[in-house]
């Protein structure tokens, strides 16, 4: 499974953070989402590939995003 994040829309809710901080973190230069960086994808912090344990958070993340910019697939 890989999330998506779509930085340019995020509005630093903290919602995903919050959610699933075991995958997701607040980048503390711009305040925007971004995948922690041991599940990162080619050292791409808006990009990850998500462990089968954290499925289940990581989509309720996306699903909670107010703004719907985390993709799953």
Do not use: Y
Not at 9 to 20: A, K, L, N, R, V
Not at 27 to 55: M, T, W, Y
């Amino acid at each position: 499974m890989k999330a998506t994040i779509d930085r340019s829309d995020c509005t630093s809710c903290g919602t995903c953070w919050e959610t699933c901080p075991t995958f997701f973190e607040e980048n503390p230069d711009d305040h925007l989402s971004q995948v922690i960086e041991k599940f990162r994808l080619n050292g791409n912090c808006a990009e990850g590939s998500v462990p089968d344990e954290l499925e289940a958070c990581v989509t309720d993340a996306a699903d909670l995003c107010p703004v719907s910019i985390i993709t799953v697939e």
